[in-house]
């Protein structure tokens, strides 16, 4: 079984510019979400995809979207990047159904100058 | 809104020991409940997970109680090791509509096991 996957591993941005972070499910999950997470604090909820559509979200900007695709894979998108969007972005993907059990990727970190 | 919170926010204790670490949450209406471990610049590895009817989980050395109607979780960590040295989270996911899907994390208890 396959875990949860996420690339780049590390990314370097100028404020401005937009980036493109990739997450590939754990087989047989049809749900998505993706977390922020700043140094020292816990994760911050972004939103959630299943079957590739937007269903939760936090209190995130319009600046930041995302795709879920027909495999399950997922992309975040951020748009006009500050620096305050420097932070760990986790993926995290589990079945909707069921116990709803969330399994984490390593994460990307993003720094933004 | 719900909140989530971790006390102490740092522990530090002799190997052999046994960990107690809490979590607080405010809205008892929960899905459930997830207990995290994280290291240093890493992912977060899933230790228990505890849905809302149940009242306790375990997995070998790591016991997780869950008492919705006072809003708290204490993960227990038997006879600790230096590897259990990590920073540890709880989540909780709500069930109201407008928090559907909103996963609410803890911001952790970093913990040190000393040889």
């Known amino acids: 079984e396959t875990g949860v996957t996420q690339s780049p591993t590390h990314l370097i941005k100028t404020r401005g510019q937009q980036v493109t972070l990739r997450c590939s499910s754990q087989s047989g999950h049809n749900t998505v979400s993706w977390y922020q997470q700043a140094l020292g604090q816990g994760p911050q909820f972004i939103f959630q995809y299943y079957r590739e559509e937007e269903n939760g979200r936090g209190n995130f900007p319009p600046r930041f979207s995302g795709l879920q695709f027909p495999n399950y894979s997922s992309e975040l998108n951020v748009n006009a990047l500050e620096l305050d969007d420097s932070a760990l972005y986790l993926c995290?993907?589990?079945?909707?159904?069921?116990?709803?059990?969330?399994?984490f990727g390593p994460g990307t970190r993003l720094t933004v100058t | 809104k719900q909140e989530v919170t971790q006390i102490p926010a740092a522990l530090s204790v002799p190997e052999g020991e046994n960990l107690v670490l809490n979590c607080s949450f405010t809205?008892?209406?929960?899905?459930?409940l997830q207990w995290f471990r994280q290291d240093p610049g890493k992912g977060l590895t899933s230790l228990l997970l505890i849905q809302s009817s149940q009242r306790e989980q375990t997995s070998g050395r790591l016991n997780a109680s869950l008492d919705k109607s006072s809003g708290r979780s204490t993960l227990y960590i038997a006879a600790s090791q230096p590897g259990d040295s990590a920073t540890y989270l709880c989540a909780v996911r709500g069930i109201a509509t407008d928090s559907w899907g909103k996963f609410q994390f803890g911001a952790g208890t970093q913990v040190v096991v000393t040889p």
């Open positions: 809205d008892s209406a929960i899905y459930n």
């Open positions: 995290a993907s589990s079945f909707m159904t069921g116990g709803y059990e969330q399994y």
